[in-house]
Nanobody, 124 residues
Framework: QVQLVESGGGLVQAGGSLRLSCAAS????????MGWFRQAPGKEREFVAT????????YYAESVKGRFTISRDNAKNTVYLQMNKLKPEDTAVYYC?????????????????WGQGTQVTVSS
């Protein structure tokens, strides 16, 4: 079992930055592809960013490319999402996810483990 705990969410003005963290316990994150997803009120949970477990390849949703950066520190068993130039449409609950099977995690159905989520609110 893997327990994932997100932190770092909050209220920020448009154009601002936040850094989300996802800390794991139970197993080492080095064995998992990791991803960030988000869910806005009334919408489906959607993919944001993912990073592979071995060579730290990354992949982003078009809506965040160039603004968000995913990274991992396997020694700290933590994954990060640096979010810059935030927009009101980035407002959502952000979840981290772990996938033991695939090299990247881009769909919700592939994730084996989820965190509880952290709220990000961007005001205009």
């Amino acid at each position: 079992q893997v327990q994932l705990v997100e932190s770092g969410g909050g209220l920020v003005q448009a154009g601002g930055s936040l850094r989300l963290s996802c800390a794991a316990s139970g197993r080492t994150l080095a064995n998992f592809a990791m991803g960030w997803f988000r869910q806005a009120p009334g919408k489906e949970r959607e993919f944001v960013a993912t990073i592979s477990q071995s060579d730290s390849r990354t992949y982003y949703a078009e809506s965040v490319k160039g603004r968000f950066t995913i990274s991992r520190d396997n020694a700290k068993n933590t994954v990060y999402l640096q979010m810059n130039k935030l927009k009101p449409e980035d407002t959502a609950v952000y979840y981290c996810a772990a996938d033991a099977l695939h090299s990247l995690v881009v769909v919700t159905t592939a994730a084996n483990y989820w965190g509880q989520g952290t709220q990000v609110t961007v005001s205009s």
